[in-house]
């Protein structure tokens, strides 16, 4: 049976039971995870948590060995040609064609989308500029600073016109000018309808950004909820430290201080 995508489903993304082994590794251990319709949702955790692994698993690009992911009601894996173009995806550490200029690779990502070649074009030239490398669209993506391909690939994840973006860690290594940008963009985006997961290290950027936050821990979710729920009266990076019982930086450093 088919599933139409809701458009007013009040869940945009829906992970129940999701499990991934590499080896004896448990890396993702039956997480389930609701995120709502119209937020900014950041997922953060510690290194080894399991969060690039659920958000590969969510977005089509890792098989689950169990579980069930829905993107506006539509099952992902049993339905991914009907769910993909609901989703706009940023992978962490993904290769792209960098032999292709920053033009080209746009216009790929939305001809492989189905897009008419005129709107492709209108789309790219409106994504260069609105994240300012409308100067280096025919720059080789090889020669890219990061900073310009996180906006790049960030621009083949919205030239479709998405309704779910998932983007893993869309601000690492990236500069204050172009962070901004991407902050703009993202927020314009949440603003006109869309939804926005993203995961970041960054305690403090998801405070800023985010009005609904997960944290994961041993690939399962410790807390979740709207940003406020899941402080629980304390800044974000405290409240991480006590749901992993973990120790702050400084603990067991005494000895660490000028003679």
Same mark, same amino acid.
């Given at each position: ?19 991934? *082994? ?6 993702? +251990? *039956?997480?389930?995870? +609701?995120i ?23 977005t ?8 069930? $992911? ?7 894996? *049993?339905?991914?040609? &009907? ?12 290769r792209?064609?960098?032999?292709? @200029?920053?033009?080209?690779?746009i ?6 989308? /189905? ?15 609105a994240?300012?490398?409308a /100067?280096?669209? &025919? @720059?080789l $993506?090889? +020669?890219?600073?990061? /900073?310009?391909?996180?906006? #790049?690939t960030?621009?083949?994840?919205l ?8 983007l ?16 703009? #963009?993202?927020?314009?985006f949440?603003?006109?309808? /869309? ?12 405070? &800023? ?6 944290? #994961?821990?041993?690939? *399962?979710v ?30 067991g450093?005494?000895?660490l201080?000028?003679?």
């Amino acid at each position: 049976m088919t599933t139409t995508p809701d458009a007013s489903a009040s869940v945009a993304l829906r992970l129940r039971g999701l499990t991934k *082994r590499f080896g004896e590794t448990l890396a993702v +251990d *039956r997480l389930d995870l +609701d995120i709502p319709t119209g937020t900014m949702f950041g997922v953060v955790g510690p290194n080894g948590a399991g969060k690039t692994t659920t958000l590969s698993m969510a977005t089509g690009l890792l098989a689950p060995d169990a579980g069930l $992911v829905e993107v506006y009601g539509v099952d992902l894996w *049993r339905e991914p040609a &009907r769910a993909k173009p609901l989703l706009g995806v940023l992978p962490d550490g993904l290769r792209v064609f960098d032999r292709l @200029t920053g033009a080209e690779l746009i216009s790929y990502a939305g001809l492989l989308r /189905g897009l008419p070649a005129d709107v492709v074009a209108q789309r790219r030239d409106d994504l260069l500029a609105a994240l300012d490398l409308a /100067g280096a669209a &025919r @720059t080789l $993506v090889a +020669d890219f600073s990061a /900073g310009m391909t996180k906006k #790049i690939t960030l621009a083949c994840a919205l030239v479709h016109a998405p309704r779910l973006l998932v983007l893993d860690e869309p601000f690492e290594a990236v500069d204050p000018v172009s962070a901004g940008v991407i902050r703009r #963009i993202l927020a314009q985006f949440v603003a006109q309808g /869309g939804t926005v997961v993203l995961s970041s290290h960054v305690m403090a950027l998801v405070e &800023r950004m985010c009005d609904h936050v997960a944290v #994961i821990g041993a690939g *399962r979710v410790l807390a979740t909820g709207s940003l406020d729920e899941v402080r629980a009266g304390a800044d974000l990076e405290e409240r991480f430290f006590d749901l992993l019982g973990a120790r702050g930086p400084e603990a067991g450093l005494a000895w660490l201080r000028p003679s």
